[in-house]
């Protein structure tokens, strides 16, 4: 079936660090791939998403690039900001199919520290 | 900026009560889908419209939840009676009809039963 598996957290870094968040996936087909944010007390945000292998989505500084061979969409920033602390979640939307569900991982927790 | 509503944002009820959230789309958003997120998990669909109609409530535990969307503008997710692990945050996302655009989330109902 059709899953994601993403890095558990907390993840704590220093302000103007290097963040990487792993996220891999078992699909069948041609899966869209996203990372959605949530900051606290909010609903979740679309953060970017890539629709085809080899594609990168970015967005704000982050950046992921759909990996078929590996089956991944890691996200990475080169340099965080003590507001990019969130909750970030990678998820997959089937390839065809009648609905348009999105599936998630369990989420990964970032703390920027100044 | 157009918002997806969510009422109530808390909710505690005591196990064997009903329950009911409603939930506001975007203006113009033909496709409605309300989630479930226990803590420490990601989203997992419970069902998704497209109008009025049902298209996907396959995860929905229909001996207990119901979902309407009767004018195929807002929806009223209900849960009767309430146990225990149903306590969840419950999320209502709205998109524009077609798998090529995004879903927007509204902020959730964080539901406590006791």
């Known amino acids: 079936g059709n899953s994601v598996t993403q890095m558990e957290g907390p993840v704590t870094l220093s302000e103007e660090a290097f963040l990487t968040i792993n996220c891999t996936y078992t699909?069948?087909?041609?899966?869209?791939l996203f990372w959605y944010v949530q900051y606290p007390g909010e609903g979740l945000q679309l953060l970017l998403k890539?629709?085809?292998?080899?594609d990168k989505g970015s967005n704000k500084g982050f950046e992921a690039t759909y990996r078929k061979e590996t089956t991944s969409f890691h996200l990475e920033k080169g340099s965080v900001q003590v507001s990019d602390s969130a909750v970030y979640f990678c998820?997959?939307?089937?390839?065809?199919?009648?609905?348009?569900?999105?599936?998630f991982g369990t989420g990964t927790l970032l703390a920027v520290q100044p | 900026e157009a918002e997806v509503a969510q009422s109530p944002r808390y909710k505690i009820t005591e196990k064997s009560q009903a329950v009911a959230f409603w939930c506001d789309p975007i203006?113009?958003?033909?496709?409605l889908y309300w989630y479930r997120q226990i803590l420490g998990q990601g989203p997992e669909l419970l069902v998704q419209?497209?109008?009025?109609?049902?298209?996907?409530d396959s995860q929905l535990p229909k001996d207990r939840f119901s979902a309407e969307r009767l004018k195929g503008v807002d929806s009223t997710l209900k849960i009767q009676p309430a146990e225990l692990g149903d306590s969840a945050m419950y999320l209502c996302?709205?998109?524009?009809?077609?798998?090529?655009?995004?879903?927007?989330f509204g902020p959730g109902t964080r539901l406590t039963v006791t």
């Open positions: 996302a709205s998109s524009r009809y077609g798998d090529s655009y995004e879903q927007y």
């Open positions: 699909a069948t087909g041609y899966p869209s």
């Open positions: 890539a629709t085809k292998a080899d």
């Open positions: 998820a997959l939307r089937p390839y065809g199919g009648a609905t348009n569900k999105l599936i």
């Open positions: 203006s113009g958003h033909a496709t």
């Open positions: 419209f497209q109008d009025e109609s049902v298209v996907d």
